[in-house]
């Protein structure tokens, strides 16, 4: 059986695959369970300017997801351990201090994959409604054209959802 695999968007058979480079990648096992079970696996991109608060946005969503007023209602799962400690060790407590959250460096960061399942408020049970959320954390760039974005994020092709943050003090100085 081929698996949507989350670091390149593409089928593989195994679990285990040659990246670009010769460098070896695993596809964790708890994704390839979930992804197994669950129908709907939704990647997103979130892109924009330098310093427009690309990560502060996914912090900001991920803490109201684990901690935010609904959180008895939302069953969150982290599938990587690599997402698992993204949460635990920067997201969530960095919004608790209000500190600032480190820049990105790499053009595409490990993605954060989590499940997401809701529960029903009639009968206080988890719903079957679920989905794999697979969040691609890019690295700010000034951008002057569409592609100009896939030249410098060519998996960014593969995304079919893409969350666009722009500087709007920057939109109407700007002469583009």
């Known amino acids: 059986m081929s698996i949507l695999c989350p670091f390149c968007l593409e089928e593989h058979d195994e679990h285990v695959w040659k990246a670009d480079g010769g460098v070896e990648k695993t596809i964790p ?26 990560t502060t946005f996914l912090c900001g969503l991920i803490h109201s997801l684990y901690l935010g007023p609904h959180r008895d209602q939302i069953y969150i799962e982290a599938l990587t351990e690599y997402t698992l400690n993204k949460i635990l060790d920067e997201y969530i407590p960095i919004l608790q201090k209000g500190n600032f959250l480190p820049l990105t460096i790499r053009p ?13 408020i009639k009968f206080n049970i988890f719903q079957k409604k679920e989905f ?6 890019t690295k700010g760039a000034n951008y002057i054209s569409v592609s100009e974005i896939k030249i410098k994020f060519p998996l960014i092709k ?10 709007s003090y920057k939109l109407c100085t700007e002469n583009t």
Do not use: H, M, W
């Open 158 to 167: 593969k995304i079919p959802n893409i969350i666009l943050l722009a500087d």
């Open 108 to 120: 595409f960061e490990e993605p954060i994959i989590i499940k997401i399942r809701f529960k029903s």
């Open 132 to 137: 794999v959320l697979i969040i691609y954390d």
């Open 29 to 54: 096992q708890t994704y390839i369970n979930e992804v197994e079970r669950v129908a709907l696996i939704c990647p997103v991109a979130i892109i924009g300017d330098t310093g427009t608060g690309k």
